[in-house]
């Protein structure tokens, strides 16, 4: 095929647009006293048993829903629909979420009246680090099974996340993992890290996990009143 | 920005090419005696760790070479260094290996004698299984500590793989994991899979994985012999 060298018009700039919506959102969110935390790891790291073990600990005291993101299968949001209002959201092949299926995802939960939004992404430790989904808090799970080499090998997703559940932590007698190199290691590229060891199956750290998600709630929701009196004044 | 709708000229079709090399690679590869395998899985899986107890279990009676995928760091190459010839293939980010770093690291592998090349792909479970890396065999591990219905959510990986090892097996007894279940669902994706549970630590079902290997080299060797034959005449 030949062709002349030419510039390509480009419509519009769809990442910058997804940007902007993806603060709005987050605004509109604070602003309501919801607090988003995009979910990310590994397939199998353990978000969905994390975030059913987080449902329970709670009960009727805090209200919590899940917008759940998997390429095909809605098994995830099955394991969770007994616990709280979910939703599936199905990419279809895709490695990841982005904001335009979150946002079919909020219009099927119908309420907005939540405490904590959580966003399961799919599992994959690559992709979703590139995509903001309006959270305010990003977690990402790494499983005592994977070994405590891995935030330096996949540096973007450690680098991009406030939190660092380390995960599975009841198998810790039978695997070569270090959590001493493991956190060293994510620290490494993200000193900021908060690190929560949490078994879901157990219930240990998870008073420790849902202390943390209370506290970065209160955080918002004092910083998104400044906000608004800074705007007013 | 306004613009009128037109054809956006393309210079190349780059996946068509890509194909097209991997094609040719494939069939040279074959000519020569090297059976391809390309291993996936999600990270911190066991891809490693198969292919150094690979590597000692053969010892001196086959001849293997590793090319070793990361979005960053050696840690990989550095562990398969002491058993076998290995280059570590670096992608800087990208969630894939795609054919060009292929073909960097057989330059600088160096010798092309080898039974076995072994890639090691980026541990992902979604983005690599798009990509054809002049492959003979497509492997997939699948940790027992991933859960059992992993093969559903992630199909794809599934469906364009002839063989799928289910590792670390010694943690069956700590960990909700059933075999059946898992072989199941992945046979109803792909039912021509062969599966094979592997603990590549204590060496359990390494004869296997190695058996299998070798049949497959000696079907790639008979079949490359056979369409010669068919050329000539």
Sequence with gaps: MTTTNKTVPVHRDVKAELRQQAEEMRQTFAKR??????VLSSPGAGKTSLLEATARHWGDRRRMA???GDLATDRDAQRLAPHCPVEQLTTGGACHLEIP???QGLAKLG???FDFLFIENVGNLVC???HDLAEHVRVVLLSVTEGDDKPGKYPKMFRTSQALVVSKTDLLPHVPFS????????RQIQPDLTVMPVCSLSGEGLEQWCRYLDDQRKDMIAKSVTDEVRVAV
Tied chains: 1, 2.
């Design 33 to 38: 006293g919801t607090l988003v935390v995009n």
């Design 66 to 68: 899940v917008l759940v």
């Design 101 to 103: 299926l979150v946002k």
């Design 111 to 113: 309420s907005n009246d």
């Design 128 to 130: 979703p680090a590139s």
């Design 179 to 186: 959590l001493d190199a493991a956190i060293r290691d994510a």
